[in-house]
């Protein structure tokens, strides 16, 4: 049963290391991830209010001139797809497989969040356990500092991994509202496109 235990001890400890860089990667990646949504914000700011404009004057006889009221130096995700919409748009199948690829593209723009938020609090937890047993043995040794130096390193874990999950939970959430109304948008336009067709 010793040597189970001890098995245990040694995979444990020897997981601090690996459990410390993945946090420090985390938490590097999700300043990065603040910088690029913070531009992602800009660039919606600039195009929503246009692109709403754009739709509500829009039928499906002057569909096929809505390109020239989208916003032209703006290339959000959104835009891109709407203009290969337009130029697909005697094409049902094709405007389709846009929308099912626009989804896909938001799935995968949403992952570096997702990612964040689950394995910031679980690395974080594993940051925090794995130097509890260094630091309950020192204590029962009467080794204090030996106990400050690992209980240190535990809350700056918890903290670490707490700060990555929260910057993509908050991410993950508001990209989530902003693709909502990007699909609207896009399958109002296919249907559009589809009483273009339709009336021709």
């Not at 938490?27 to 246009?50: E, M, N, V």
């Not at 569909?63 to 919409?85: A, C, F, I």
């Amino acid at each position: 049963m010793n040597l189970i235990s001890d098995i245990l001890y040694w995979i444990s400890t020897g997981l601090l290391v690996p459990v410390i860089l993945i946090l420090i990667l985390l938490f590097i990646r999700s300043l990065i991830l603040i910088g690029s949504f913070f531009g992602q914000y800009l660039a919606i700011q600039k195009s929503a209010t246009q692109i709403r404009k754009a739709l509500s004057s829009v039928n499906s006889y002057n569909v096929g001139e809505l390109d020239s009221h989208l916003p032209q130096k703006n290339n959000t995700l959104v835009l891109s797809y709407m203009r290969q919409m337009l130029a697909a748009k005697d094409d049902v199948y094709e405007q389709q497989r846009l929308l099912s690829e626009f989804e896909i593209a938001v799935d995968k723009d949403l992952n570096i969040s997702k990612m964040l938020s689950k394995l910031g609090p679980m690395m974080g937890l594993m940051g925090t356990l794995i130097p509890m047993g260094p630091a309950l043995a020192g204590l029962a040794s009467g080794d204090i500092e030996s106990m400050a130096r690992n209980m240190q390193v535990a809350f700056a874990t918890t903290v670490t991994g707490l700060v990555a999950a929260a910057i993509g939970y908050v991410t993950q959430q508001v990209k989530q509202r902003w693709y909502l109304q990007d699909i609207v948008n896009l399958e109002y336009l296919a249907n559009k496109l589809k009483e273009l067709k339709i009336t021709k």
